[in-house]
């Protein structure tokens, strides 16, 4: 079922991979995102966060679909910032994913083998990047070899994609330090049944920093976040 799921978004690339190819194409699926971007709570706050100091950060791309609604946001909102957009395009580390992660009938094996396609995504990302203008820094490799040698200064809006306790909690120690106060960090597994260990290593985070796991209804589909209290350190 999981490898139909990403056959099919394969195969929806495929044909979005012709539609860039023309001008019109192009304008299509620029306005498509827009779209998209209109239903997504994700969406409205990072538009909250665009006269802040700090770029944007996004770990856990997979094929770009977030990353894509992202990038359209910043440029239709005039916004001067950096993109990185983190992930091993080769799926999750095998040693990473534990019983933490898994619900009953969900075993290791299978969620190992998710998001393994996703190799020719890079250049995918750094078409889209030129078509439209918009800076992508690609950063490819497992967060904790990349997030470390990432020069990064501030930063205003966080998103994490990365479904595991391992990567939630990886990400969040080396980049929420970086987060400008009032700046935003979403959690997209937050409230999820399938990936239990996303929730877990956001509490545990927050358990010893200020910062309230909100969820944000603004827009048809919610998101959960923290937005940086205004005196909080790291
Ligand atoms: C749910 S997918 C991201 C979905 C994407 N945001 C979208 O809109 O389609 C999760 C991604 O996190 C990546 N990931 C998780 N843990 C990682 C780690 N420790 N290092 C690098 N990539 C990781 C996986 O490779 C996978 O592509």
Redesign the pocket.
Known sequence: MALKHEQERLERDLKLDEMLQSESGRAAFWSELGEQAKKDSLIDLLEGTLSLEGDVI?C????????FRICQALKQGGADKAVYA????????DD?VTTRDTTLFRPLTKLRAK?RL?SDVPDRIQRFSRHYGVPVQVVK????NTLPTLALDRLCFIHL????Y??YK?CLERLYPLLTPGGVVVF?DYGSSKWPGAKRAVDEFFSTRPGKVERSTAREDAAWFVRKPLAAGA
Do not use: Q, W
Request: net charge negative; charged share 30%.
């Open positions: 996004e856990g791309v997979y094929r770009g679909s977030s990353l983190c992930d091993s395009f080769e799926g999750f580390p990473r998001f996703a490799g497992y967060f904790s994609d990365v479904d595991i391992e990567s990886e997209d």
